[in-house]
């Protein structure tokens, strides 16, 4: 069972940065793909980005590409999403989460591929 904390969110104007960290506990951190979501209020939650196991392989939703870079630390138990240029519409609660299938190029964009997730931490972007 593995237990994620989310950290980092907060309130910050348009064009600002932050960084996200979602740490993790009760596994071998290194065995899991990891991804972060993002859910605004009445929509649905949607993939931000994910990367591999080892950190090799990474994988972005159109709308953060280029301005969002996702990283992990296996010796920290500790991954990463930098935002920057952040916009208003990247307002959202951020959730963490940790894929378990035994694949090393695994970067799924699909929530229902993830097996923990964070409690979530809040972002607001204003113009």
């Known amino acids: 069972q593995v237990q994620l904390v989310e950290s980092g969110g907060g309130a910050v104007q348009a064009g600002g940065s932050l960084r996200l960290s979602c740490a993790a506990s009760?596994?071998?951190?290194?065995?899991?793909?990891m991804g972060w979501f993002r859910q605004a209020p009445g929509k649905e939650r949607e993939f931000v980005a994910a990367i591999s196991r080892r950190g090799g392989i990474t994988n972005y939703a159109d709308s953060v590409k280029g301005r969002f870079t996702i990283s992990r630390d296996n010796a920290k138990n500790t991954f990463y999403l930098q935002m920057n240029s952040l916009k208003p519409e990247d307002t959202a609660v951020y959730y963490c989460a940790a894929d378990r299938r035994p694949s090393a190029t695994a970067v799924s964009t699909i929530s229902g591929e993830y097996d923990y997730w964070g409690q979530g931490t809040q972002v607001t972007v204003s113009s």
């Open positions: 009760g596994g071998t951190f290194s065995n899991y793909a």
